[in-house]
């Protein structure tokens, strides 16, 4: 995979999953990452093939639950991001997914107490023999590209020192959230510290941070001098932010809407994610607001939305019953691979 020049879906836990990945890519990301799994997660998994819904997905053995779910057409595209803070656990967890995916991250800037205490995310930062092991593990043992997603250290010379180290294990590209942990996403992202790391490295450096419409992608090049640029809310808010026309939101809402019907996506991180665009715009108290955080299945989001015979001639077609009789956990899965 190349990662000069490009537009990235940043990771997004609850958000980056199938329907949504799609999505930006329809609206032009190149490049999308799936939210973070934790290797310990994947263990517990095996790859099937759901031939209803014509989809690869990573199934919890012992409640059946989709954690991951990527189909052929994202196959060129789509990066499995990892949390982990063991090689060897990475690469067995990796393995069940690499010959799905086009690239394996691995996160090193979760700040989240979850992440620290289980040594995953932001706590890796400090090991810098332990991210080296990771690395090195998995780029030698995978044949697709390797990368990590770190955030900045206190000091431009830490945050320079531990990219060149991440550089010298040959992953092929290395994300910069420009904050620190201690940072709150409201706090403004520094784009020229990430230039140190842009200047000090040979292989591609993504630039992430507060791009919020189609422009920062450019003035986030301008001042990083990185060639590819990772989004996050700004995508998360509106889609089509990775299009130079954009696209009005309530179409795109109701575009994520049918791809989690077309996808058979769980309620979970439908409403999750829809919410999450409702309050950016209006608010949750509104009539469509309380309709989502209310909805307990996709029937119900799809009646929300008007797309109540869309959902019915893709049920229809797939296993011949009719609108509002389908539970989509009732899938079985076909072969187990
Ligand atoms: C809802 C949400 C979920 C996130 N989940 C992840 C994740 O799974 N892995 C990760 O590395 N970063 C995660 N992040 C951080 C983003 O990838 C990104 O680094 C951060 O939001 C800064 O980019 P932005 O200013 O474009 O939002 C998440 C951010 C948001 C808003």
């Known amino acids: ?15 980056g999953t199938l329907p949504f990945r799609l999505l930006a890519a329809q609206y032009g990301a190149d490049i999308t990452y799936g ?22 997905d990573i199934v919890e053995k012992s409640t059946k639950n989709v954690v991951f779910r990527t189909c052929e057409q994202e196959r060129n595209q789509v990066v499995f991001q990892m949390g982990t803070s063991d090689a060897v656990r990475a690469l067995k967890a990796a393995e069940l997914v690499c010959k799905d995916v086009a690239a394996i991250d691995v996160n090193m800037g979760c700040p989240k107490a979850f992440s620290i205490s289980g040594g995953m995310g932001a706590a890796l930062l400090t090991k810098p023999d332990l991210i080296h092991d990771i690395l090195t593990m998995l780029k030698r043992n995978l044949c697709i590209p390797v990368t990590c997603k770190i ?53 591609p450096v993504i630039a992430n941070g507060d791009v919020f419409q189609y422009q920062d992608f450019h003035n986030i090049r301008a001042v990083t001098g990185a060639s590819s640029v990772m989004v996050a809310r700004g995508a998360l808010w509106n889609a089509s932010i990775f299009s130079p026309q954009g696209t009005p939101f309530e179409e795109v809402k109701r575009e994520y809407v049918r791809k989690s019907i077309l996808w058979d996506h769980d309620i979970k991180s439908t409403k999750y994610t829809l919410k999450e665009m409702i309050m950016h715009y209006t608010s949750l108290e509104l009539p469509e607001g309380k309709a989502v955080t209310k909805s307990e299945t996709l029937v ?17 077609k797939r296993c011949g019953v009719t609108f509002g009789s389908l539970n989509s956990r009732e899938y079985s899965y076909g072969e187990v691979l």
Do not use: F
């Not at 790859?47 to 989809?55: E, K, L, T």
């Not at 119900?300 to 229809?316: P, V």
């Open 1 to 15: 995979m190349e990662y000069r020049n490009k537009l990235v879906l940043a990771p997004m836990v609850r958000v």
């Open 300 to 316: 119900d989001i799809a009646r929300i939305y008007g797309e109540e015979k869309y959902y019915e001639s893709i049920n229809t």
């Open 35 to 56: 939210e973070e799994i934790i290797d310990h997660k994947l263990l517990k998994c095996e790859r099937c093939i759901n031939d209803v819904i014509g989809s690869t």
């Open 151 to 203: 955030r900045l250290l206190n000091s431009t010379q830490d945050t320079v020192e531990l990219a060149r180290r991440i550089e010298k294990t040959g992953v092929s590209a290395v994300a910069v959230h420009g904050r620190k942990v201690s940072d709150r996403p409201r706090d403004p992202a520094n784009w020229s510290e990430i230039a140190h790391v842009v200047d000090a490295l040979s292989i």
